[in-house]
């Protein structure tokens, strides 16, 4: 085994790790930054206007006046 690349690996392993430690402590340093960029964000169901809510209601209302018609027009007068 060389010696030598062993040291420049653990050399290149050791500046990858204090780059991470850096980071880190870096998002230690600044909690309030993230945590507003997360409350920013806009939750919640969209609302309908006032179109959009008729055309919901008119489907529906077709919807059910549909599943309220007899299936077999047959069955019905036997039963």
Do not use: C, F, H
Not at 14 to 39: F, G, H, Y
Not at 58 to 66: Q, V
Not at 67 to 79: E, F, G, H, L, S
Request: charged share 35%.
């Amino acid at each position: 085994m060389n010696i030598n690349k062993a040291i420049r690996e653990l050399y290149a392993e050791k500046k990858r790790l204090d780059n991470v430690i850096a980071s880190l402590e870096e998002m230690q340093q600044t909690p309030a930054l993230v945590s507003a960029a997360v409350s920013e964000k806009k939750r919640g169901r969209r609302s309908m206007d006032e179109q959009a809510r008729a055309q919901v209601s008119d489907r529906m209302k077709r919807y059910w006046a549909g599943r309220r018609k007899p299936a077999d027009p047959v069955q019905q007068t036997n039963a």
